[in-house]
């Protein structure tokens, strides 16, 4: 299967992952809510946020920012439309696919973020994000990525292992999906740090296009 199947397999998914995705995520969001002013806070500068989703890290972007943010879906994305009123920052919200990226010029950002949209993607489409990431950067411009990945620890691999079902059907993600190995194969991308928000299973991957 092609990669451009794959993206319009995850679009089909997500028309109905979309309708309960806040609910459903609720359990975890209770989490993720105390890192989102963390994880965008201190970022400046014209920023492209890839798999924006419902837009829940729209309202902790600072005013400087000139964020743009794409989401795969459009039903996603018609979400994170009603979230732009709590950002503080310039914000433009854009149906893209990125592991293409068509509207986006090259060379024009200083920041790519993205949260839990690489673990969605099969190995071969990510690699073509990674290939965008390197695009749309400036030369030095940095990345900040965070993913889900595969506990050493027996006991927390146990309840991977029994949430890895449901995680794949609703959301499309998994936990061994590759992506710092990805990167780190980037002649363009240097990783320059790498470091685990909770327990070793929420990855954060940080570093710069060189």
Request: include cysteine.
């Given at each position: 299967m092609k990669a451009?199947?794959?993206n319009l397999l995850l679009q089909e998914k997500y028309k109905l992952t979309a309708s309960f995705y806040d609910i459903l995520d609720y359990p975890w969001e209770r989490i993720y809510r105390k890192w989102?002013?963390?994880?965008v806070g201190d970022l400046r500068g014209k920023i492209l946020e890839a798999g924006v989703g419902t837009g829940k890290n729209l309202k902790f972007y600072h005013e400087d920012v000139e964020l743009t943010g794409i989401e795969l879906s459009k039903d996603m994305l018609s979400k994170a439309e009603?979230?732009?009123?709590?950002a503080r920052?310039?914000?433009?919200?854009?149906?893209?696919?990125?592991?293409?990226?068509?509207t986006i010029n090259s060379n024009q950002y200083d920041w790519v973020f993205s949260t839990f949209m690489c673990c969605v993607m099969p190995d071969e489409i990510q690699k073509l994000a990674i290939e965008q990431f390197t695009r749309?950067?400036?030369q030095g411009g940095r990345f900040r990525l965070l993913e889900m990945?595969?506990?050493?620890?027996?006991a927390i691999r146990k309840r991977q292992d029994?949430?890895?079902?449901?995680?794949?059907?609703?959301?499309?993600?998994?936990?061994d999906r590759d992506t710092l190995r990805h990167i780190?194969?980037?002649?363009n991308l240097r990783v320059t740090n790498t470091s685990f928000l909770k327990d070793d299973t929420y990855l954060l991957i940080e570093g710069t296009r060189v």
């Open positions: 451009h199947e794959k989102r002013p963390t994880l009603k979230r732009k009123a709590d920052c310039k914000v433009n919200l854009v149906n893209e696919d990125a592991t293409v990226m068509q749309v950067l400036k990945v595969y506990s050493k620890n027996k029994f949430f890895a079902p449901f995680v794949e059907k609703v959301y499309g993600a998994r936990f780190e194969q980037s002649s």
